[in-house]
């Protein structure tokens, strides 16, 4: 059954599966990318392998930092990600639910100030991201307000924004 764009089935058979075994819940995800060298062509590309195919995804600095501009910037990407995970998990939720959404639109904003990463001084380059969740359905508001709040807490994107997270960096 799907709703909301959500495979019911799958993603119930999914929380039995992680029920039973804590370790199917582990799933590792690897982005690798290659810097262009050459003038005028984008900066950096990836081939992201997903279950039904790959795709090439490009980024590329504004020219203001020495890009070309003519791809988005990575941190339009970053915003991307969160925005595209926080509405797969508010549908989903939703979907577990049984409600049905008629509208869903997400945005994610924030400021950047890039005099750090300029080297200039030591404020902080980004203060606050916001979402924006537009949602049409003929659930009540007190229902979506309680999906806003679950995707928030269980949003894998939310919740790199917002705790502490360890990084490692390794160079060969």
């Given at each position: 059954?799907?709703?909301?764009n959500?495979?019911?089935?799958?993603?119930?058979?999914?929380?039995?599966?992680?029920?039973?075994?804590?370790?199917?819940?582990?799933?590792?995800?690897?982005?690798?990318?290659?810097?262009?060298?050459?003038?005028?062509?984008i900066?950096?590309?990836?081939?992201?392998?997903?279950?039904?195919?790959?795709?090439?995804?490009?980024?590329?600095?504004?020219?203001?930092?020495?890009?070309?501009?003519?791809?988005?910037?990575?941190?339009?990407?970053?915003?991307?990600?969160?925005?595209?995970?926080f509405?797969?998990?508010?549908?989903?939720?939703?979907?577990?639910?049984?409600?049905?959404?008629?509208?869903?639109?997400?945005?994610?904003?924030?400021?950047?100030?890039?005099?750090?990463?300029?080297?200039?001084?030591?404020?902080?380059?980004?203060?606050?991201?916001?979402?924006?969740?537009?949602?049409?359905?003929?659930?009540?508001?007190?229902?979506?307000?309680?999906?806003?709040?679950?995707?928030?807490?269980?949003?894998?994107?939310?919740?790199?924004?917002?705790?502490?997270?360890?990084?490692?960096?390794?160079?060969?």
């Amino acid at each position: 059954m799907k709703l909301n764009n959500i495979n019911l089935d799958k993603s119930k058979a999914f929380v039995e599966e992680v029920k039973k075994d804590k370790s199917k819940a582990i799933k590792v995800k690897r982005v690798e990318g290659v810097w262009n060298f050459e003038e005028g062509k984008i900066q950096f590309a990836s081939t992201l392998e997903h279950t039904n195919g790959s795709t090439i995804v490009e980024a590329d600095g504004p020219p203001f930092m020495g890009g070309s501009g003519i791809k988005p910037d990575p941190v339009q990407y970053c915003l991307f990600g969160l925005a595209a995970c926080f509405a797969q998990t508010f549908a989903s939720i939703a979907a577990e639910k049984g409600i049905e959404l008629d509208k869903l639109i997400v945005a994610a904003e924030n400021k950047v100030n890039l005099s750090r990463a300029l080297g200039l001084d030591n404020e902080p380059i980004v203060e606050k991201v916001k979402l924006f969740v537009e949602v049409l359905s003929k659930a009540e508001k007190e229902r979506l307000k309680e999906i806003e709040e679950l995707a928030k807490q269980r949003c894998p994107g939310v919740y790199c924004l917002t705790n502490p997270i360890k990084l490692d960096i390794e160079i060969k």
